[in-house]
Nanobody, 124 residues
Framework: QLPLVESGGGLVQPGGSLRLSCAAS????????IGWFRQVPGKRRTGVAC???????NYLDSVEGRFTVSRDNAKHTVDLQMNNLTPEDTAVYYC??????????????????WGQGTQVTVSS
């Protein structure tokens, strides 16, 4: 599992936007399949989105059309742009390396330790 660090969380009002970034110290993510996950207290961590080594994304149904996962090759990050946020999106968000098959990703994290995550709170 890559040593990944999440950033960009914060407090936003319903309908607002946030952009999260996932980076790895000393490692470029340009060709890794990376996924975003979220967890609320007392519930299991769930997959939200991923981007495969070919650049093809995959999304949880409830975020498709609102969230966009992309690579920033200049910064060597994988970003999650989240628009039209709702209180149900409130969670700690994590990124992790995920399964990759012929360039397409599955939102299932590879084994390994999780990072600290970044808190996203959607509230008025």
């Amino acid at each position: 599992q890559l040593p990944l660090v999440e950033s960009g969380g914060g407090l936003v009002q319903p309908g607002g936007s946030l952009r999260l970034s996932c980076a790895a110290s000393g490692v470029t993510l340009d060709t890794h399949a990376i996924g975003w996950f979220r967890q609320v207290p007392g519930k299991r961590r769930t997959g939200v989105a991923c981007i495969g080594s070919s650049g093809v994304p995959n999304y949880l149904d409830s975020v498709e059309g609102r969230f966009t996962v992309s690579r920033d090759n200049a910064k060597h990050t994988v970003d999650l742009q989240m628009n039209n946020l709702t209180p149900e999106d409130t969670a700690v968000y994590y990124c992790a390396e995920v399964g990759n098959w012929l360039g397409s990703c599955t939102i299932v994290a590879k084994d390994g330790p999780w990072g600290q995550g970044t808190q996203v709170t959607v509230s008025s």
